[in-house]
């Protein structure tokens, strides 16, 4: 792509202020919500880093903080259903709270598979934060603890979000026109 291309295809969705200003609303429900447990965040790679990064700075409680990679897209603006893992947890999970930080909640299918992975590591609970739900796109009934926003069914990218790897370091969300 070259750099004179780079934005000209963009249609800002949210701003990078609008972002943050309700990330910092998620942060601070999820403090109020998680005093005096054992929280663990588990950031889901690679499209949700940006969105965890923020998000656990407003959070103002011990927390630790680990990664799972799992892919559904490629380089395709529509997710193939197929899952591939791409890197698992370092921690235990047993006996924790578990908040799952995702970036968009799509057709649902990712999610419900990160719900049984997790399950199996006997958590005492595991609940969902993401930034973007997509609410007409969703095959399964997904209960989404701590949500963003609501969009339409269009492919997003910036804020760590991507089109064929491109676009992650935009400070906002967009569309592709």
Not at 36 to 54: E, P, R
Not at 61 to 89: E, H, N, R
Not at 140 to 157: H, L, S
């Amino acid at each position: 792509m070259k750099p004179k291309e780079y934005k000209e295809n963009l249609k800002v969705l949210l701003s990078e202020e609008m972002l943050q200003r309700r990330i910092q609303e998620l942060g601070a429900k999820i403090t109020q919500d998680y005093k005096g447990k054992k929280l663990v965040i588990v950031c889901i790679l690679k499209g949700a880093f940006m969105f965890c990064a923020d998000l656990i700075r407003h959070i103002d409680l011990p927390l630790s903080c680990d990664f799972f990679g799992v892919a559904s897209y490629g380089d395709s603006t529509k997710s193939s259903g197929i899952l591939q893992t791409t890197l698992d947890v370092s921690s235990s999970l047993e006996g924790k709270d578990v908040l799952i930080v995702e970036d968009v909640v799509d057709t649902g299918l990712t999610i419900e598979y990160l719900q049984r992975y997790f399950s199996s590591k006997n958590p005492k609970s595991i609940k969902l934060c993401s930034l973007l739900l997509k609410p007409k796109s969703l095959k399964q009934k997904i209960q989404v603890d701590y949500c963003g926003f609501e969009i339409g069914d269009e492919f997003v990218v910036g804020y760590g979000m991507d089109a064929a790897q491109h676009y992650r370091n935009l400070k906002y969300l967009a569309v592709l026109t």
